[in-house]
C-alpha cells in the first residue's frame, strides 16, 4: 500500500483519492464508529473552547460543523479533524474585545483566504520548519494563558469590571476577586476536571469530557446549585445552523483586523501541519501539504459566513479519530453532521451546562497540550533553552505571533553563527 509520499505536493484532497481506490460499506462502518467517538469529544470540547474565547457556544458548534465537514472533504489527510482548537482562544478573545462579533468574523474569512493563498503558493512545506524549540514555547504559553483565563469560570469569581487580556493584569484582578469565590462552582469545576483525569487513567475508552459535563450539569440541576450556566448567560442555544451572510467588509475595518487576521493565519497553518504530522506518525502515511493548507483556508471562509469561530486541524481529535478505527475523511465529515444532529435535537439540553464544567473541561486541555517533558528536555541544552524562554516569555508577556517572531529569528541567528564558524574553521 502506498503512503501517499510520492503525491504530498500534489492538489488533490485525500476524499477523492479513497473513493478512487474504492469504498465500501465496512470502510463506511468503521468510519461512523470514529465518528461518532469523535462527535462525543467534540461537542462539549467546541462549546467550551467558543465560550473561553469570549462568543456565545453556538459559536464553536458552528465552526465544529461547517469547518469540520469543509477541513476532511477537501484536505490533504485521511484522518484529520477540524474545528475549534484551545490553541486559538487566546487570538479570538482578543480580537472579539477589540473588535467585536463582527470584527471577529471578518479576521476569521481574511483569514481563510490567506491560508488558501499559502497553500495555492506551495509554501505549505515551510510552515513544518519552523523550530521545535518554538513550537514548544508557544505552545506551552498558550496553555498557561488559557488556564489563566478559566480560573474566573472555574471557581466561580465575580469581578468588578473586565477581566484583563494581558496575563499580569489578569491575575492582579483575579487576586483581589478571590473573596468572591463559590464553593459550589469549584465543585463542579475542580469535580469536572478531576473526573475526567480519573476517567482517562482507569477507563481510557469512555468518553471523559462528555461525561464530566453531563454528570456536572445533572448535579447542578438536581440539586439547584448556584452556578452560572450556559443559559443563564447566554440564553438557549440555537436548533441549527444560521444563514450564511458575509461578514460586513470595508478598507477601514480589513485594515483593522489585518493584523490579527496574519496572527490566526501563521497559528492555523502550523497547527493545522502539526496535527497532520502527528496523523502521519500514528498511520506511516503521508499528508499533501498545500492541499491540506487550502482546505483549512476554505473551511475558515465558510466558518465566518457561517458565523463561526477559526477552524484548525485538532492534535486530539485526529488521534481520537485514528484510535477509533477511521480510515478515511469520510469519518471527519460524518462528524460534522453528528454534531449538527446534536444542535437540531438536543440544543435546549446545553442550557443546563454550568460554565465552571467547561472551565474544568479546559483545564484538561491546557494540562495536554503543555509539553512539559519537551520543555523540560530543551532546557537541557543552552541554544535549544535559549529559544524556548525566549518564545515562552513572549508569548506570556506579549502576544503569540511576537513570540513566534522572537523564537524564529533567534534560531536563525544561532544557525548563522554555526554555519559562519563551520566555514573559518574548514578555511
Given at each position: 500500500?502506498?503512503?501517499?509520499?510520492?503525491?504530498?505536493?500534489?492538489?488533490?484532497?485525500?476524499?477523492?483519492?479513497?473513493?478512487?481506490?474504492?469504498?465500501?460499506?465496512?470502510?463506511?462502518?468503521?468510519?461512523?464508529?470514529?465518528?461518532?467517538?469523535?462527535?462525543?469529544?467534540?461537542?462539549?470540547?467546541?462549546?467550551?473552547?467558543?465560550?473561553?474565547?469570549g462568543?456565545?457556544?453556538?459559536?464553536?458548534?458552528?465552526a465544529?460543523?461547517?469547518?469540520?465537514?469543509?477541513?476532511?472533504?477537501?484536505?490533504?489527510?485521511?484522518y484529520?479533524?477540524?474545528?475549534?482548537?484551545?490553541?486559538?482562544?487566546?487570538?479570538?478573545?482578543?480580537?472579539?474585545?477589540?473588535?467585536?462579533?463582527?470584527?471577529?468574523?471578518?479576521?476569521?474569512?481574511?483569514?481563510?483566504?490567506?491560508?488558501?493563498?499559502?497553500?495555492?503558493?506551495?509554501?505549505?512545506?515551510?510552515?513544518?520548519?519552523?523550530?521545535?524549540?518554538?513550537?514548544?514555547?508557544?505552545?506551552?504559553?498558550?496553555?498557561?494563558?488559557?488556564?489563566?483565563?478559566?480560573?474566573?469560570?472555574?471557581?466561580?469569581?465575580?469581578?468588578?469590571?473586565?477581566?484583563?487580556?494581558?496575563?499580569?493584569?489578569?491575575?492582579?484582578?483575579?487576586?483581589?476577586?478571590?473573596p468572591?469565590?463559590?464553593?459550589?462552582?469549584?465543585?463542579?469545576?475542580?469535580?469536572s476536571?478531576?473526573?475526567?483525569?480519573?476517567?482517562?487513567?482507569?477507563?481510557?475508552?469512555?468518553?471523559?469530557?462528555?461525561?464530566?459535563?453531563?454528570l456536572?450539569?445533572?448535579?447542578?440541576?438536581?440539586?439547584?446549585?448556584?452556578?452560572?450556566?450556559?443559559?443563564?448567560?447566554?440564553?438557549?442555544?440555537?436548533?441549527?445552523?444560521?444563514?450564511?451572510?458575509?461578514?460586513?467588509?470595508?478598507?477601514?475595518?480589513?485594515?483593522?483586523?489585518?493584523?490579527?487576521?496574519?496572527?490566526?493565519?501563521?497559528?492555523?497553518?502550523?497547527?493545522?501541519?502539526?496535527s497532520?504530522?502527528?496523523?502521519?506518525?500514528?498511520?506511516?502515511?503521508?499528508?499533501?501539504?498545500?492541499?491540506?493548507?487550502?482546505?483549512?483556508?476554505?473551511?475558515?471562509?465558510?466558518?465566518?459566513?457561517?458565523g463561526?469561530?477559526?477552524?484548525?486541524?485538532?492534535?486530539?481529535?485526529?488521534a481520537?479519530?485514528?484510535?477509533a478505527?477511521?480510515?478515511?475523511?469520510?469519518?471527519?465529515?460524518?462528524?460534522?453532521?453528528?454534531?449538527?444532529?446534536?444542535?437540531?435535537v438536543?440544543?435546549?439540553?446545553?442550557?443546563?451546562?454550568p460554565?465552571?464544567?467547561?472551565?474544568?473541561?479546559?483545564?484538561?486541555?491546557?494540562?495536554?497540550?503543555?509539553?512539559?517533558?519537551?520543555?523540560?528536555?530543551?532546557?537541557?541544552?543552552?541554544?535549544?533553552?535559549?529559544v524556548?524562554?525566549?518564545?515562552?516569555?513572549?508569548?506570556?508577556?506579549?502576544?503569540?505571533?511576537?513570540?513566534?517572531?522572537?523564537?524564529?529569528v533567534?534560531?536563525?541567528?544561532?544557525?548563522?553563527?554555526?554555519?559562519?564558524?563551520?566555514?573559518?574553521?574548514?578555511?
Amino acid at each position: 500500500m502506498p503512503d501517499g509520499t510520492a503525491t504530498a505536493h500534489t492538489y488533490r484532497p485525500k476524499l477523492a483519492t479513497v473513493l478512487s481506490e474504492g469504498y465500501n460499506f465496512g470502510h463506511f462502518r468503521k468510519d461512523m464508529l470514529a465518528a461518532l467517538t469523535v462527535a462525543i469529544v467534540a461537542l462539549p470540547l467546541s462549546m467550551a473552547i467558543a465560550v473561553a474565547s469570549g462568543v456565545s457556544p453556538e459559536r464553536g458548534l458552528y465552526a465544529a460543523v461547517i469547518g469540520g465537514f469543509l477541513v476532511s472533504a477537501l484536505g490533504g489527510s485521511r484522518y484529520q479533524i477540524g474545528g475549534p482548537a484551545g490553541a486559538f482562544i487566546v487570538l479570538v478573545a482578543a480580537t472579539a474585545t477589540k473588535f467585536g462579533l463582527d470584527g471577529l468574523l471578518l479576521t476569521v474569512f481574511i483569514s481563510g483566504f490567506m491560508l488558501a493563498l499559502i497553500g495555492l503558493l506551495r509554501l505549505g512545506s515551510l510552515i513544518r520548519y519552523i523550530p521545535h524549540a518554538v513550537t514548544v514555547g508557544f505552545t506551552c504559553g498558550i496553555a498557561v494563558t488559557i488556564f489563566a483565563s478559566q480560573i474566573k469560570d472555574l471557581v466561580g469569581l465575580k469581578l468588578p469590571s473586565a477581566e484583563p487580556g494581558p496575563l499580569l493584569p489578569k491575575l492582579a484582578v483575579l487576586a483581589q476577586a478571590l473573596p468572591t469565590i463559590s464553593a459550589a462552582a469549584v465543585a463542579v469545576g475542580v469535580g469536572s476536571a478531576a473526573l475526567i483525569f480519573l476517567l482517562r487513567r482507569w477507563l481510557p475508552n469512555w468518553p471523559g469530557m462528555l461525561i464530566a459535563v453531563v454528570l456536572a450539569s445533572l448535579a447542578a440541576w438536581l440539586f439547584h446549585l448556584p452556578v452560572e450556566t450556559i443559559g443563564s448567560h447566554f440564553g438557549q442555544l440555537p436548533d441549527g445552523l444560521p444563514s450564511p451572510r458575509l461578514p460586513s467588509i470595508s478598507t477601514s475595518s480589513v485594515l483593522d483586523v489585518l493584523p490579527a487576521a496574519l496572527a490566526f493565519t501563521l497559528l492555523g497553518a502550523v497547527e493545522s501541519l502539526l496535527s497532520a504530522k502527528v496523523a502521519d506518525g500514528m498511520t506511516g502515511r503521508k499528508h499533501r501539504y498545500n492541499m491540506e493548507v487550502v482546505a483549512q483556508g476554505v473551511a475558515n471562509i465558510a466558518s465566518a459566513i457561517f458565523g463561526g469561530i477559526s477552524v484548525t486541524g485538532t492534535i486530539a481529535r485526529t488521534a481520537t479519530n485514528i484510535r477509533a478505527g477511521a480510515v478515511s475523511p469520510v469519518a471527519g465529515m460524518m462528524h460534522a453532521l453528528l454534531v449538527l444532529i446534536f444542535m437540531v435535537v438536543a440544543s435546549p439540553l446545553a442550557s443546563f451546562i454550568p460554565l465552571s464544567a467547561l472551565a474544568g473541561v479546559l483545564v484538561v486541555v491546557c494540562w495536554n497540550m503543555a509539553e512539559k517533558e519537551e520543555f523540560l528536555r530543551l532546557l537541557h541544552e543552552w541554544r535549544g533553552a535559549s529559544v524556548l524562554i525566549a518564545t515562552f516569555g513572549l508569548t506570556l508577556i506579549e502576544d503569540l505571533t511576537v513570540g513566534i517572531i522572537a523564537g524564529c529569528v533567534l534560531a536563525a541567528a544561532f544557525a548563522v553563527f554555526d554555519r559562519i564558524r563551520r566555514r573559518r574553521a574548514s578555511s
